[in-house]
């Protein structure tokens, strides 16, 4: 009995898959780090707001 093989082309794919879901999380951390700042700004500013009413 023959061991099953994946296909070239599904290969490739799983391997595009995997490259693009790494380069999309890359992205999105370093999203998430340029933005912490702004968001935290966001907060206190709601936060003063509560507390002044």
């Given at each position: 009995m023959k061991a099953y093989?994946?296909?070239?082309?599904?290969?490739?794919?799983t391997r595009f898959d995997n490259d693009l879901k790494t380069l999309l999380m890359e992205d999105l951390r370093s999203f998430r780090e340029r933005n912490q700042f702004s968001s935290s700004n966001k907060?206190?500013?709601v936060n003063q707001?509560?507390?002044a009413a």
């Open positions: 093989k994946k296909p070239a082309a599904s290969k490739l794919l907060q206190a500013v707001q509560l507390s």
